[in-house]
């Protein structure tokens, strides 16, 4: 006759064989997923615009020029450019067809987690959004608003810093 714990050892040895199949399937499952939202947190970028150094965001509006030709401007607004408070963002873009716009908030030195609003099209070259920028424990954070603009030729980015202060 067999005591408990010898009947019981094979039904837990295959019971523990199972959780680690399910343990490994979950891993594939969300490393396949990861790999598949990658794209959708970093874009592949086709072209890149020059970052202006002397493009100041709290006194208005800045201009690029875009690789193979064009140009595209962004405004926020207030100047200000307060944290926790609702922006008003505008792009405008001169000879390029854009079909979507994006903008891609991140900090600059410190992670401040996935924040980038689509803009809406007022029309084939004018698009507006808002945006709320999130608190940092800095007294001043700096920022770097990518532009994204999907055109026939691939995503255009177009780099512009700015500041905040509490």
């Given amino acids: 006759m067999q005591t408990p714990?010898?009947?019981?050892?094979?039904?837990s040895k295959k019971q523990g064989n199972l959780w680690t199949i399910v343990a490994l399937l979950t891993l594939l499952l969300l490393?396949?997923?990861?790999?598949k939202l990658k794209d959708m947190l970093k874009p592949g970028i086709a072209a890149s615009a020059k970052l202006d150094e002397s493009c100041d965001l709290r006194k208005g509006a800045c201009s690029s020029d875009l690789p193979g030709g064009?140009?595209?401007?962004?405004?926020?607004?207030?100047?200000?450019?307060?944290?926790?408070r609702p922006l008003q963002l505008e792009v405008k873009v001169e000879g390029v067809d854009v079909s979507k716009t994006e903008v891609d908030f991140t900090g600059i030195g410190m992670d401040m987690g996935y924040n980038r609003p689509k803009l809406e099209a007022l029309g084939k070259d004018h698009f507006l959004g808002k945006a709320i920028l999130p608190v940092c424990v800095?007294?001043?954070?700096?920022?770097?608003?990518r532009v994204l603009l999907q055109t026939d030729h691939g995503l255009i980015m177009a780099p512009f810093r700015f500041y905040t202060q509490k």
């Fill in 70 to 84: 064009g140009k595209v401007t962004f405004s926020i607004a207030p100047n200000d450019i307060p944290i926790l």
């Fill in 31 to 35: 490393l396949s997923v990861s790999y």
């Fill in 5 to 11: 714990d010898k009947a019981n050892k094979p039904a």
């Fill in 138 to 145: 800095r007294s001043r954070m700096d920022w770097e608003a």
